[in-house]
């Protein structure tokens, strides 16, 4: 199946520093994928490449299979944007700006602006000026105009900037939705590492413009350790004496009467019973999986900040 999005050894400069260093990859269609690293690892400059709005040094970029040099008005077609803080005309209706947006556009009809603000949760405010707005609620709108046209890719920079919880769920839950129901494929950029981790598909991690780490979210989360969580009742085995187990690399208190245990290899069973001949009871003893938040700062150092 030909990809959503291929990046083919793209390189972006800006004087002495290396923005996108050979960076390649692909993008599957029909899926959530996102698209993480610290700050100034390059994924903005990359966004911005996708839609031209900078232009790279060299490398080229495929939407569907479409050369977005060759043929940008082609692959562009194809795709949805929301980059950075979406801007509007402040003193319009959110719906006037989409209407504007979707004249641009050419064959939106005026149904489809209202499924996109029913969808996007705005039909009750459709009507009032955009600066009557808050953060949250433009993210929403920006998200709005990005699927005007009804794109089959859509590229998004922290979509959910300024939403509470609950908004978050909806907005993501819903694009969830149309990637399963319809085979729209999302590229999402995000620094809340939860996001990426519950929604997406697949997830790339790119450091200092070169990509360092891909592939399906669960299976990249996959430890090499196995971390066991006990909580016990009564008394608490000391970590320093734990440590000194052949089979347990690390323990980490976490609470007053819970260890995280980390073993060499999967072996709950073992680490079961030795508790409980050495005199300790448990009441809870469950593998945690390792969190993108570890496996990110594993792959990018301690340095990284999401």
């Given amino acids: 199946m030909t990809p959503a999005l291929a990046l083919e050894d793209l390189c972006k400069r800006f004087g002495r520093i290396h923005a996108v260093e050979h960076l390649s990859l ?21 966004l911005y490449l996708i839609p031209r709005l ?19 008005k082609r692959a562009i077609r194809s795709v949805g944007v929301m980059v950075e803080a979406p801007a509007f005309y402040e003193y319009l209706s959110a ?27 705005l039909a009750d405010r459709q009507q009032d000026k955009v600066r009557t707005y808050s953060q949250g609620m433009k993210q929403r709108l920006g998200i709005g105009r990005a699927l005007l046209g009804r794109p089959r890719l ?15 769920r909806e907005i993501l839950g819903f694009l969830q939705q149309r990637v399963r129901n319809d085979g729209l494929t999302v590229f999402i950029s995000s ?22 780490a891909s ?19 009564g008394k608490v085995p000391e970590p320093r004496w734990l440590r000194a187990q052949a089979p347990i690399k690390h323990v980490e208190a976490v609470a007053p009467d819970t260890l995280d245990i980390m073993l060499g290899a999967e072996d709950s069973a073992w680490l079961n019973l030795y508790l409980l001949q050495a005199g300790f009871r ?25």
């Fill in 26 to 46: 692909e993008v599957p269609s029909g899926q959530m994928v996102g698209f993480l690293g610290p700050n100034g690892a390059g994924k903005s400059t990359t």
């Fill in 154 to 168: 859509l590229v998004l920079d922290e979509p959910t900037n300024g939403m509470d919880p609950e908004g978050t």
């Fill in 282 to 306: 448990i009441c809870a003893l469950y593998p945690r999986q390792k969190t993108l938040k570890e496996f990110f700062l594993s792959i990018t150092g301690d340095h990284g900040h999401a």
């Fill in 54 to 72: 900078v232009h790279p040094d060299s490398g080229r970029i495929r939407i569907f299979g479409a050369d977005l040099r060759r043929d940008f």
């Fill in 95 to 121: 719906r006037r700006n989409l209407q504007l947006a979707a004249r641009i556009l050419g064959g939106v009809r005026k149904h489809d602006i209202d499924e996109i603000f029913e969808r996007i949760g």
């Fill in 215 to 233: 592939g399906n979210v669960r299976e990249i989360l996959k430890p090499q350790e196995h971390i066991v969580r006990a909580t016990f009742v």
């Fill in 191 to 212: 620094h809340l590492l939860y996001e990426v981790e519950e929604y997406c598909d697949t997830v790339f991690v790119i450091n200092q413009g070169h990509l360092v």
